[in-house]
């Protein structure tokens, strides 16, 4: 069983930035396409960021050019570098493979006011 922990929300005007971690209790990036995923209020989780292997990345449309996703190996752990934040990015975010394999963590609290 893998547990993932996610850090690094918090509240922040528009145009703020966070940067979240994810940290698993494996070692999984090596084996595993990584994923970052935003559940708004009242909306489904939706992937927003992913990164392969290879170290290929690639985002949705909203947080391109945005959001940045990025992995230590040393330090077993995946962040998700948020800037520009707009209210529209509120929401819970968590990480985990990109077919959602592994159990799902508590996830993080983001929240942008205008």
């Known amino acids: 069983q893998v547990d993932l922990m996610e850090s690094g929300g918090g509240e922040v005007q528009a145009g703020g930035s966070l940067r979240l971690s994810c940290v698993p209790s494996k070692r999984i990036f090596n084996a595993n396409n990584m994923a970052w995923f935003r559940q708004a209020p009242g909306k489904q989780r939706e992937l927003i960021a992913r990164i392969y292997p290879s170290g290929a990345k690639n985002y949705k449309d909203s947080v391109k050019g945005r959001f940045t996703i990025t992995r230590d190996m040393s330090r077993n752990t995946m962040y998700l570098q948020m800037e520009a934040l707009k209210p529209e990015d509120t929401g819970v975010y968590f990480c985990?493979?990109?077919?959602?394999?592994?159990?799902w963590g508590r996830g993080t609290q983001v929240t942008v006011s205008s």
């Open positions: 985990n493979s990109d077919i959602g394999m592994f159990t």
